[in-house]
């Protein structure tokens, strides 16, 4: 959680900056901050409580700050509660209250992350002398670093590395120390960080949509290194202090992307890109008519020999792998496991030898997804990521990635991503079944030739988005909703009540149709709002009973099925249509609906739909 950027270069810092953070505040928005030097005066800190709009009115947008070289954050609070104090950047002056101790400050900084022993590292600091106005980790690194620069040598370099030495956590670290105007220095661990390069100008991010506007080639900085910024020009050290040389990368996303496109929300765009999403993402992958693994560097012996598969993810990413688990034992007959991340990592796993492990993750920064790919690549297992973000932790420390191309995703609630996702997952499933001989190359060839129709089969179900909106108007006031079905169609309930609750904070819960009557169902009142999902002809007139059984209760009932299943309406209230194709995929066009009523409800209560309350874009804290 929490952006950070940075800006040395010929122009203002400021605009800049304030535009970088502008792409970052899906990461927090609990408060944000700007440290400017110009050339050799000490640099001004200007911090506000509450969204990025707040310090933008009070610095004029940036033009009532001069200098060319600066930093920036937006919060999202982890130690400490959002206020102007808390908010970054901190020096390392001893200044009360309010943090503007920058004049006597030799260090000023920003951090995203978590420093896990600070109150230690506190102690000893104030042993030393040093106090503090917040009650942030941040503040104790920032004066961490000034002690070792005062203590050692006055190297930015050493303090910065002695630093990464005495602290535990994660961090991506933005400095500025007053003797050294002009630079910027950085460090990281386990925190996401790129480094971005144009004529004359260096930029530092927590992501890509940040400073795409300006430049495409980027540096990305690994775990425990550190990295000087001057106009045009970057300098990486380990942490012994040798330089390392680094390879520039080109990042293939347009900079339209990352804006609205004329969308009221980030959301809606990324609802519509979702062809798009599964397009691009299919082309990947698909070569002359076949799934081309090779690419991801799986061969076929590799996949005759697993015996075991392990998703492993958080939230939406999670509940991709319940569909994959879905599609993948029922044609690869490969056994399968979904675990959430989270939980994966502190349990006492009995994991096979020959099991794959696949991280599924949007950002690729989730601490607790990339602890869990850690933990399997100690046990020996072999580890896949599906992964969005290119170049990042989890992408970078597997042995094999599959990548998403879902382009940049900006609304904190998952969309065109998850869609994504799910391809990789049936492309996965339908390659294994082939190579172990499961599914006939006739069979092999339709499922493939149906994933293409997916992207049109959306933008139909697009087209209807009015008649959602409509229903949903109706139920602007509803308190709980219910979300039933059976196999991929409850892995579908999942992520349509997470869109839900998310972003409109209307109480939802997702059951698994048969289960609804061992307890939950006690929850019906009259007019209660159950989503019924039937997708699945076999399992189709099962879900039909439950959804009775709640109508009985006095339930008011939405039916989500394919064309086809008319009859739905002698039971539903209110019936929403999907294309029919390969049931084994229909959680791609099932999920669309269930998102747009996310959406509307939120819309219709007025919230913000773009960033929901106390949520982050990216978990990169347990
Ligand atoms: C919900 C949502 C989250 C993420 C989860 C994992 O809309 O976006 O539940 O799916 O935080 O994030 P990634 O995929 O980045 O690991």
Redo the contacts with the bound molecule.
Sequence with gaps: MCGIVGFVGKRQAAPILLDGLSKLEYRGYDSAGLAIRNGDEPAEVVKSKGRLKVLSEKTDNGNALIGNCGIGHTRWATHGEPSRTNAHPHVSGNCTGTGSGEVESEVVGVHNGIIENFKELKEKLMKHGYLFYSQTDTEVVIKLVDYYYKKYTHSPQEAIAKTMVRVRGSYALCLMFKSHPGEIWVARKDSPMIIGISDGETYVASDVPAILKYTRNVYYIGNLEMAKLTPGEVTFYNLDGDVIEKELTEIKWDAESAEKGGYEHFMMKEIHEQPKAITDTLNSLIKDEKIDIDSIGLSNDEVRNISQIYIV?????YHTGVVTQYVMEDIAKIPVRVELASEFRYRKLLLDKNGLVIIV???GE?AD?LAALRLAKDKGIKTLAIVNVVGSSIAREADNVLYTLAGPEIA???TK?YSAQLIAGYLLAIQFAYIKNEIAEEYYKNLIKELYTLPQKIEKVLEDKERIQWFVAKQANAQDVFYIGRGIDYAVCLEGS?KMK?ISYVHSEAYAAGELKHGTISLIEDGTLVIGVLTQSELYEKTVSNMVECKSRGAYLMGLTSYGHYEIEDTADFTVYIPKTDEHFTASLAVIPLQLMGYYLSVSRGLDVDKPRNLAK??TVE
Aim: glycine share 6%.
């Design positions: 993810a958080c939230g939406s990413a993750s949007q950002s989730t997804s904190v609630a998952t991503a997470l998310e990216s978990v």
